[in-house]
């Protein structure tokens, strides 16, 4: 940003953001000097102060009318700054304002920009507007010389990325009608949302079943970056994906608009717009700007290349994907690429050889953290609605429970929560998507756009659109040209776009977007904001039109049973919004059994009658099908999961040949109904062991806690697959009353079982559990004593606050006199990371502990917990016999910054001892002067900046 006196400030409403990041970028790019918060403000910076400077500084005004800017403090204040220091105010009119609104403050006069979407007319109104400027004294000085062309290409590319609507933004609208200074856009919205990323096993796909094992957890999505120069991004819808990359694009971008060249420059596409008869090469040189090759530069590692949409590509996905792995293998590859996809696409044909980093769920800590941001006090009985208070409740909240970690639809369900009368949610899927979608249209027409279409006519169109989509197979992103037929009106297509129902992309391959259709001319590509969205508006279709036609036979397979069908999620909505859901599973049930089973596990209510017809009929099927419709029916009644379904599968179980109880019993273990808890209870003591397992396993499924007393028993069965399962199910539980039955099991002669106790154990993880563990700790097995390792590494890993820290750290401090050096070894080490000041009193003995590799841990450890009390052992452990244990102490003074021991380090500086190839104990030592003499430094500034001038 130029600094000098003569500089436009551009006042906008957040609604009116896409067109004020349009105009600014243009108007930098042609040499205006002119000011807006989303491409002057950087990352990190303090919004309010940056604000107020700007304010405080401008030479004039640009302000974006529009019926929003009467309702706003924020612009009226802006406006009335202007007026009071006697400075020039310029409107700029993008939707009809009634003579009794226009702002008192401004001249009626105004450059019309209500057409602006139009391109030619965009562009023809921008040239008004300069020369208007250039001729006006109070404008013409903020006139220069157009910026470089990297700069211009990168003003360009942070407006593109900021043009993003989210029902998060649209979440802090009324807080930001509040205030006098304008609202961060993203202050806790999606940029700021609590992502957390793990990277996967190598060859394992992240459609697989994972292990804690097949994971690690990253730091955040940079510790990705910094480590994997290529790799691809998956998670669900609306997981964050996108709003991730475009974080990193824009991270990027600024660091090379603030001169850093050794920043990679950031390029943006979108694998949608990738045309078949493109080579990869000529998709990414397409609308290049820069007269630097791009090939070249992304050879080189000088810039880094953002990919996506790589599963919503449609028929072109798997062609193009083998395009891309052929150039990642090729001399020309980029050096730095991140790919987005969705994770139930990221397979088969589409995989791309690169690691892959997975966007996980957020959290119940985390969503707690951001209903309490958005809904204040009104947040507990919100959260008492989604999370879980006990895991058995899964079932009741399944639909809720399961939307609310993905940040788009928690906060679209927070949304439909502040807008409910007595402040409930619906637990059906279908109602609740009925709800949601209205209280975004409803929101929307509150900004009172010149032109509405009302709710009953919108979701008639939207659901043809749905339809239509189903129909013909279309993929995720269709033509808006197309999309118009099906609707009738661009204009419609606009509104659902601002209200977050639909995303518009009217956009090149390289990312330039105006996000909404600006005629029926327009081109672009649109897409459902979320794929449950579509199923909805689907499913609103079917109720128009019927359902029969598009409900075809069940068909079966070996691998899955019955096949699901594109209609299938349609079809299960359409039921929770039916007016007769009874009759319509009915009418289901009599074509598909299977699937009416399906639409009574989302929770619908219907009549008793009913239910038990589809019961019995899949206990027909069960009998006798043949084994693919076997296990279909068995699949289903699971899925049902009442008491009389499961009764059902025992009953057939009881005559049934072997081939059909093995189905059974490899069904059983995922019912997830509590309501099916009595009747497995009594299954526990069935004379199978395999059953006795599968059953010990649907209740740890399960979670209820009324299961706990007989899962003890069945730590004492005499199957080895029944303890095991047991010991897995209470850790699923996690109920602190299971704590003295697993600590007896850990004697357990199977080690299998005495390893599933530890883990269990690790999953209650209270004081009572920790203590249990240091059994396995100190035990002689190492296998046994390792998995406790891993489990209390795991519990300091995610406690959320310092008691449970301060647990472990009492816990381990029982085991530091063990006999066996790797028990002593672990536990300090653990203790270091527990990152608790305390525990450096129990690590102190340590440093001077007759094995080596326990001493270099407890060092290793006290430099991480940097307490003053670890020097004096520390000063002595630089003359251990070990070369390096002295560089490790070297290095732990370093952390702990200890002035006193300076002296000795300098001694140290003389010692060349090696400790690798390349590493001597000098070098250490002179690291650690160095770290200390630089924290010194920075504690003299510290000092003088704090007294009085």
Same mark, same amino acid.
């Given at each position: ?626 084994? %693919? *419709?076997?296990? /279909? $029916? &068995?699949?289903? #009644?699971?899925?049902?999961? @009442?008491?009389? !379904? +499961?009764?059902? =599968? ?70 080895? %697959? *029944?303890?095991? /399962? $047991? &010991?897995?199910? #209470?850790?699923?539980?996690? @109920?602190?009353? !299971? +704590?003295?039955? =697993? ?207």
């Amino acid at each position: 940003m130029d600094h000098s006196p003569s500089f436009v400030y551009l006042s906008y409403h957040g609604d009116d953001a896409d067109f004020a990041l349009a105009l600014a970028s243009q108007m930098k790019n042609r040499g205006a000097r002119l000011w807006m918060d989303r491409l002057d403000i950087p990352p990190h910076a303090d919004w309010n102060p940056s604000i107020s400077d700007a304010l405080s500084r401008c030479s004039s005004m640009l302000v974006v009318v529009s019926p929003q800017i009467v309702g706003s403090p924020y612009m009226r204040y802006e406006l009335g700054e202007l007026v009071r220091r006697n400075l020039p105010v310029l409107p700029l009119l993008v939707k009809p304002v009634t003579d009794a609104d226009w702002p008192k403050e401004i001249k009626t006069q105004s450059v019309d920009f209500r057409s602006w979407r139009d391109e030619r007319i965009f562009a023809a109104q921008l040239d008004r507007l300069i020369r208007a400027m250039q001729q006006h004294t109070g404008f013409a000085d903020a006139f220069g010389d157009p910026p470089a062309e990297e700069l211009q290409y990168l003003n360009d590319l942070i407006a593109r990325v900021e043009t993003r609507r989210g029902v998060a933004v649209n979440l802090t609208r009324q807080e930001g009608e509040r205030s006098r200074i304008r609202p961060n856009p993203f202050a806790g919205g999606f940029t700021h949302m609590p992502y957390r990323f793990n990277l996967l096993r190598s060859n394992i796909g992240p459609s697989t079943r994972l292990a804690d094992r097949d994971k690690r957890l990253l730091r955040g999505i940079e510790d990705a970056v910094e480590q994997l120069p290529r790799f691809v991004m998956v998670g669900e819808p609306g997981s964050g994906k996108t709003t991730t990359l475009r974080r990193l694009v824009l991270r990027d971008a600024w660091a090379r608009k603030a001169g850093n060249t050794g920043a990679p420059l950031p390029i943006f596409r979108y694998l949608p717009r990738w045309k078949h008869e493109q080579s990869i090469i000529e998709f990414i040189m397409e609308d290049w700007p820069l007269s630097t090759d791009v090939i070249t530069l992304i050879a080189a590692g000088e810039g880094r290349l953002y990919l996506d949409g790589l599963s919503e590509m449609g028929g072109e996905g798997p062609y193009h994907a083998g395009q891309l792995r052929d150039w990642f293998r090729s001399l020309d590859a980029p050096l730095y690429v991140t790919i987005t996809s969705r994770v139930a696409d990221y397979s088969g044909d589409m995989m791309l050889d690169l690691p892959i980093v997975m966007i996980e769920p957020m959290r119940d800590i985390s969503i707690r953290e951001l209903a309490s941001d958005y809904l204040g006090e009104k947040a507990e009985p919100f959260l008492n609605q989604v999370l879980l208070q006990q895991r058995w409740q899964r079932h009741y909240k399944q639909g809720l429970y399961n939307l609310s970690p993905n940040p788009f639809l928690l906060t679209a369900l927070m949304l439909v929560y502040e807008r409910s009368p007595k402040g409930t949610l619906p637990y059906n899927n279908g109602v609740l998507f009925q709800e949601m979608v209205r209280a975004l249209w409803e929101r929307e027409g509150e900004t009172e756009p010149p032109i509405w279409v009302e709710y009953e006519e919108m979701e008639k169109s939207l659901a043809r659109l749905a339809l239509a989509m189903l129909d013909n197979d279309m993929p995720v992103d269709v033509p808006v040209n197309w999309a118009i037929k099906q609707v009738g009106q661009s204009i419609l297509l606009t509104l659902a776009h601002n209200a977050s129902i639909l995303e518009i992309r009217a956009e090149t391959s390289n990312g330039a977007s105006q996000h909404a259709p600006g005629s029926d001319e327009g081109g672009g590509q649109l897409r459902f904001y979320h794929q449950l969205m579509q199923e909805y508006f689907a499913a609103v279709g079917l109720r128009i039109e019927g359902f029969e036609s598009r409900l075809p036979k069940p068909a079966f397979n070996s691998q899955v049973g019955r096949t699901a069908t594109k209609w299938d999620q349609a079809i299960m909505a359409l039921c929770g919004i039916a007016d007769d859901p009874s009759a319509m599973v009915t009418q289901i049930a009599e074509v598909d059994p299977f699937l009416a089973a399906s639409c009574i596990s989302t929770r619908i209510i219907i009549t008793d009658k009913v239910r038990r017809s589809v019961e019995d009929r899949l206990v027909e099927h069960l009998m006798e099908g043949d084994m %693919d *419709v076997k296990k /279909a $029916a &068995a699949k289903a #009644l699971a899925e049902i999961g @009442d008491r009389p !379904a +499961v009764q059902g =599968l025992f009953r057939v179980y009881g005559r049934a040949e072997t081939a059909t109880r093995r189905i059974i019993v490899q069904t059983v273990q995922d019912i997830h109904n509590p309501a099916a808890v009595t009747s497995l209870l009594d299954q526990l003591y069935n004379p199978n062991p395999e059953v006795r397992r599968a059953v010990a396993r649907a209740l740890g499924v399960i979670g209820d806690p009324s299961a706990i007393n007989s899962l003890r028993d069945s730590l004492h069965d005499s199957s080895q %697959d *029944v303890r095991l /399962a $047991a &010991a897995i199910a #209470l850790g699923r539980i996690a @109920d602190p009353q !299971a +704590v003295p039955w =697993l600590r007896m099991a850990m004697r357990d002669p199977e080690k299998d079982v005495t390893l599933a106790v530890v883990r269990a154990l690790g999953q209650i993880g209270n004081r009572a559990a920790l203590e249990a563990l240091m059994v396995a700790f100190r035990n002689i097995d190492y296998d046994v004593h390792w998995q406790a390792v891993s489990v209390v590494r795991d519990l300091i890993d995610n406690s959320v606050d310092r008691d449970g820290h301060r647990a472990a750290v009492a816990a381990l401090s029982t085991t530091l006199n063990d006999k066996k050096w790797y028990v002593r070894h672990n536990a300090a080490r653990l203790l270091g990371k527990s990152g608790d000041a305390e525990a450096t009193q129990y690590l102190l003995p340590l440093l001077q502990d007759s094995d080596a590799d326990v001493r270099l841990a407890a060092i290793w450890a006290t430099g991480a917990l940097n307490q003053q009390m670890a020097v004096p052992g520390l000063l002595d452990n630089l003359a251990d016999e070990a070369p390096a244990i002295r560089a490790m102490a070297a290095w732990a003074l370093g952390q702990i910054g200890s002035i006193d021991a300076k002296a000795a380090l300098v001694d140290s500086m003389n010692d060349h001892d090696e400790v690798r190839e390349g590493y001597r104990v000098s070098d250490a030592a002179a690291m650690a002067m160095d770290k200390i003499s630089r924290d010194e430094v920075l504690g003299v500034v510290a000092r003088q900046l704090k007294r009085p001038s």
